[in-house]
């Protein structure tokens, strides 16, 4: 056996499963090359140390007999092997993961040893890999260095696949730079070329990049195109776990699209989605999701579908059902040990729990221990947003419900009656019979209580606008849904009824307006 030959066959004897075979070669191997003092028998041979510690996980010491294995090249005069194995040791220290100035050293130590002999593709794919490590150590100006030139020299042999990835790490070196259009316009060329060179797959990549900077530029329809787009190259490619994965993303970004459209200002396409069918839209998507995640036979990936598809049941007002749908996806959640998927389902939770009346401030702190042990920033963030918007209003609902036992549109005079019962220990009076009172005052008392239930807020003042008290869009929504089947009679309301009579006195005056004369 040539000394050449053996980490061949350490690898085929790795892929037949056969570990005692491999272990054997790779150390009977390193041993007779040690005896024998040769520099290039003992280079191979730690090549093929390298292919058995990969198989067993054991990256550290997968980079050090790399490194090892590039020495002993470098002895033996090999230079083209000296920089593969340093550029090996470079790639295994970046799946090996934090401290990466290990990997920077290995790559920058390849790219040191390549000389003039050296072809242009394995120069751009030690750039690439140096500007890889280069971001991953935070250093995003060398990496968008390193990667410029790798895309020059692709440009220069007309590399199309070069030159796509090395736009794919320019686009991550200008995101971490701040600069989103730049990385923009790198991922959308990235994607381009990827068509040219025909590789669904990696264009699904860049289309994947392109969705979460359309959305950090709030774009969220160019946001939800784009994943449709990757969702469709997805399923060319027969890759069922990323298409599920491409479906919940276009999802949560059809969701956001909806918010922004029931909001003035939110845009017009976006208008024109939420107005249009984009409810629908999103209630397919996540069923979709949910039946593709079915056949993959993952349970977790099943659970998160549902979550998404018990979201898109909020967006379209069926409540009751999202929440009978969370309730009975958690436990799974809870058995694959998924905190951040449990997280985002109590958050659900506890939301559903606010639009249906009965805020649930325990539910909430569940999804922020959950968030924490994940370790996720933003989510702790929301979910610690939460939980001060509930204590918040739960407290002024405590005072208004200690004060004045009567719903917040009672007269002034029904309010001190029920204080003076309740400080006499006397009997509460009767609830109102708002058929009783006059047309006015029955509109007026009836939004108001509508409006309490929304919020969580009673004793609302009429001149105070509804989105000051934390409103979701959906929230609103089923307010206006409320009042208009309250109020049969009135024309059919603007699904932006809250934005645009934003208090409980203009609401009570349109109203008034709308009704028939003869009410």
């Known amino acids: 056996m040539a000394p050449a030959e053996l980490p061949q066959l350490v690898r085929e004897a790795l892929a037949k499963g056969d570990l005692p075979r491999a272990q054997e070669l790779a150390e009977d191997g390193l041993r007779l090359a040690r005896e024998a003092q040769d520099p290039a028998s003992e280079a191979s041979a730690l090549e093929a140390q390298v292919a058995l510690h990969v198989s067993q996980g054991l990256l550290s010491e997968a980079v050090k007999c790399a490194k090892d294995s590039a020495s002993r090249f470098e002895d033996s005069a090999n ?29 920058q130590a390849a790219r040191d040893a390549q000389g003039s002999a050296s072809s242009v593709e394995d120069q751009v794919l030690v750039l690439q890999t140096l500007s890889q490590a280069q971001l991953a150590n935070g250093s995003p100006k060398q990496a968008l260095d390193s990667a410029n030139l790798a895309r020059d020299l692709s440009r220069e042999q007309d590399d199309f696949l070069g ?28 994607q381009e070329l990827f068509r040219e060179v025909g590789d669904p797959l990696a264009e699904a990549g860049a289309a994947g990049l392109v969705v979460r900077l359309q959305r950090e530029r709030q774009d969220l329809s160019a946001a939800r195109l784009a994943a449709e787009t990757a969702r469709a190259l997805l399923r060319q490619t027969g890759e069922l776990a990323r298409e599920v994965a491409a479906l919940l993303l276009s999802s949560q970004i059809a969701s956001l699209e909806l918010a922004s459209g029931a ?75 998924d905190k951040r998927a449990q ?15 009965q805020p649930d401030l325990a539910t909430a702190k569940e999804a922020l221990e959950c968030f924490q042990a994940a370790g996720v920033k933003h989510d702790v963030a929301l979910a610690q947003s939460m939980i001060a918007r509930l204590q918040k209003t739960r407290a002024p609902a405590a005072a208004a419900g200690a004060a004045a036992p009567t719903p917040g549109a009672a007269s002034a005079a029904a309010n001190a009656a029920a204080t003076s019962a309740a400080a006499t220990g006397g009997p509460k009076p009767a609830t109102i019979d708002k058929m009783q009172l006059a ?33 979701t869009s959906i929230a609103s929504i089923m307010l206006r849904d ?16 809250v934005f645009d009579y934003p208090t409980i006195r203009e609401m009570t005056g349109f109203v008034l307006t709308a009704l028939p004369d003869d009410t």
């Open 263 to 337: 909001q003035p200002g939110g845009g017009s396409t976006a208008r024109e989605f939420y107005e249009g069918k984009g409810r629908n839209k999103v209630l397919a998507k996540a069923k979709e999701a949910v039946t593709l995640s079915k056949r993959l036979g993952s349970e977790n990936l099943m659970a998160i579908a549902r979550v998404a598809h018990a979201r898109a049941k909020v967006s379209n007002g069926l409540l009751e059902e999202a929440m009978t749908e969370i309730k009975e996806v958690l436990p799974v959640l809870v058995a694959c040990g």
């Open 482 to 497: 409320r009042i208009q089947a309250e109020f049969p009679q009135i024309p059919e309301m603007d699904l932006t009824f």
């Open 163 to 190: 030159e796509a990835v090395s736009l794919l790490r320019i686009a991550g070196a200008q995101v971490r730079l701040g600069d989103l259009e730049s990385a923009l316009s790198a991922a959308s060329d990235a």
């Open 343 to 357: 997280g985002s389902a109590k958050m659900l939770q506890a939301n559903l729990s606010v639009l249906q009346g």
């Open 79 to 107: 230079k083209e092997s000296q920089v593969r194995l340093l550029h090996l040791a470079a790639q295994l220290s970046l799946r090996h993961g934090a401290p990466f100035d290990k990997a920077v050293a290995c790559a």
């Open 439 to 471: 047309l006015p005052e029955r509109v007026k008392y009836t939004i108001t209580e509508l409006v309490a239930e929304a919020t969580n807020l009673e004793g609302m003042e009429e001149d105070r606008a509804l989105m000051e008290t934390g409103m």
